[in-house]
T-cell receptor
């Protein structure tokens, strides 16, 4: 059974810092890994999707890496801003079968960026 | 392009009642998945529909059911509500392939009293 763990559970940093969020998963047989952010009381916003054959993806100040063999992914946020404050979730899509809409989520990292 | 739309945004129901939640996917998306989010259990997969067929189902009791219509809109039904069903219910859509990201709606907040 796939299990996804995110470390740290919470992180508080001053504005401008570069930071790294960690995600690990137990079964390396995945189609892809996706990072999301969730603002309080809202749905999930997709940030980055990394296919199992890829090593990293970048979007603006965000960079996500994937090491499938070791079951790890990191989300790097450069020059953090107060608007980055949210819960960040990683999720994996398990390989095998055709249910691509089934993701296994971590518990999330609550990020607070203070001015 | 309009995003995933979920209605209603908030619901308050009494134990024993039933409830139906609605999800309209992004235009052209044929896959709709449902998730339950609670503080204790986090995000848990309920089921996925693709072209009106249930493709997968999570580990939830039979009180939770769903369906998808020919226009890809989906509904989720919970019968005989229990207090533990209070949660944020999220719907996600995608084109349906392994390489496609999921796009989530803002959810329906269900409170059971």
């Amino acid at each position: 059974k796939q299990e996804v763990t995110q470390i740290p559970a919470a992180l508080s940093v001053p504005e401008g810092e570069n930071l790294v969020l960690n995600c690990s998963f137990t079964d390396s047989a995945i189609y892809n890994l996706q990072w999301f952010r969730q603002d309080p009381g809202k749905g999930l916003t997709s940030l980055l999707l990394i296919q199992s054959s890829q090593r990293e993806q970048t979007s603006g100040r965000l960079n996500a890496s994937l090491d499938k063999s070791s079951g790890r992914s990191t989300l790097y946020i450069a020059a953090s801003q107060p608007g980055d404050s949210a819960t960040y979730l990683c999720a994996v899509s398990q390989a095998g079968g055709t249910s691509y809409g089934k993701l296994t989520f971590g518990q999330g990292t609550i990020l607070t960026v203070h001015p | 392009k309009a995003g995933v739309t979920q209605t209603p945004r908030y619901l308050i129901k009494t134990r024993g009642q039933q409830v139906t939640l609605s999800c309209s996917p992004i235009s052209g998306h044929r896959s709709v998945s449902w998730y339950q989010q609670t503080p204790g259990q986090g995000l848990q997969f309920l089921f996925e529909y693709f072209s009106e067929t249930q493709r997968n189902k999570g580990n939830f009791p039979g009180r939770f059911s769903g369906r998808q219509f020919s226009n890809s809109r989906s509904e989720m039904n919970v019968s005989t509500l229990e207090l533990g069903d209070s949660a944020l219910y999220l719907c996600a859509s995608s084109p349906g392939g392994a390489r496609s990201p999921l796009h989530f709606g803002n959810g329906t907040r269900l409170t059971v009293t």
